[in-house]
Each structure stands twice: as C-alpha cells, then as structure tokens.
C-alpha cells in the first residue's frame, strides 16, 4: 500500500502557473496527474515512468504542462503555465505498480485524496 499526498494548490489569475507535488510513501512506482473539472470526467493529464525517463501529457496541455519526479524525495511535480479557467479542476495524483505509466486512470492503483486548482479569468 503506498499513500499519496497532493499539494501546491490553490487560487490563481489566468495567465499565471502553480506548481503541484505529490509526496508517495513508497517508490519505483509509474505516476500519474489526473483532473476532473466541475460536471466533468475525470481526464488524464500527465504520466511519468518510474526512472523518469518517459513522461507523456495530454496533446491539448503540451506546452504548457510539465510532469518531473525526484525520486530521491519520492516525490512527483506538475509545473502548470499559462492557466485558464478551463484548467479549474480537482488535480489528482496516481501511482501504478508497473514501468510503464498510462492514459487510464482505471490502470491505476493508488490515488491521492486530490487538490483544488482554481482559475480566475
């Protein structure tokens, strides 16, 4: 069982960026950013390998979004840029036992308790 703990949400003006963590109690574990806006589904946003050396976002985020991961903290980063009020969502964190990370949430084993992104126009 490993836990995951989102931070670094919070209130931002569109045009601006936040950048969220996300602290697992275990490692070598295949990462995940999902979002789910207000009367949305959930959606993928960005994955990561366990090594870090493949990540993958979202065609419509390329650009804007970036996943990194220290794995010496155990720790996974979202860097989000140029937000807008489309962006608004709760950001969940995701971990999978497995070296390959993935779009679907349901290949996913562990999720984080989420946390709030709000964007102001």
């Known amino acids: 069982q490993v836990q995951l703990v989102e931070s670094g949400g919070g209130l931002v003006q569109a045009g601006g960026s936040l950048r969220l963590s996300c602290a697992a109690s275990g490692s070598g574990y295949a990462m995940g950013w999902f979002r789910q806006g207000p009367g949305k589904e959930r959606e993928f946003v960005c994955s990561?390998?366990?090594?870090?050396?493949?990540?993958t976002c979202t065609g419509p985020l390329k650009g804007r979004f970036t996943i990194s991961r220290d794995n010496a903290k155990n720790t996974v980063y979202l860097q989000m840029n140029s937000l807008t009020p489309e962006d608004t969502a709760v950001y969940y964190c995701a971990a999978r036992r497995s070296a390959y990370s993935s779009r679907v949430y349901t290949d996913y084993d562990y999720w984080g308790q989420g946390t709030q992104v709000t964007v102001s126009s």
């Open positions: 990561i390998s366990p090594s870090g050396a493949v990540t």
